[in-house]
């Protein structure tokens, strides 16, 4: 490969480094969101107000105005439903992370690729420099 071909060679993988880079940064980004989500997601979970069965006769009139409802049952219900809704939205983000990180993983090996053939390219026009000098000196 001549010098011209090995330097243009060298610009373009170099372009493709930084292009990974760049795409690995975008991804490390995006955990960063859905870690940010999480962590909002667990204070909801802290601020929740766990219901107590005490005390247990404590009744209100349903949403009609007719007859009584426990309020115990009620509170569980809903902080069973806020619970549910937490825990299915922090499994997603796992999944969503699980994701991220195996893309992450991938445009590491690529980058570790590319920087291998850059080093080879490297010797190449270093190579070529040399017989260059040798030829004309």
Do not use: C, W
């Amino acid at each position: 490969m001549g010098l011209a071909a090995s330097q243009a060679r060298f610009l373009s993988l170099t372009a493709r480094k930084s292009d990974l880079e760049f795409n690995a940064q975008q991804v490390n980004q995006d955990r960063m969101r859905l870690a940010r989500e999480t962590e909002t997601l667990f204070e909801e979970y802290l601020k929740l107000k766990v219901p107590s069965p005490y005390p247990i006769d404590a009744t209100h009139p349903d949403a009609n105005g007719n007859g009584l409802a426990d309020l115990y049952e009620s509170d569980q219900m809903a902080y069973e439903a806020e619970v549910s809704r937490i825990n299915a939205l922090t499994e997603g983000y796992h999944s969503q992370d699980r994701v991220l990180e195996i893309n992450l993983k991938n445009l590491e090996t690529q980058q570790k690729e590319v920087q291998t053939e850059i080093d080879s390219v490297k010797k190449v026009i270093d190579k070529n420099i040399e017989m260059t000098f040798k030829t004309f000196a």
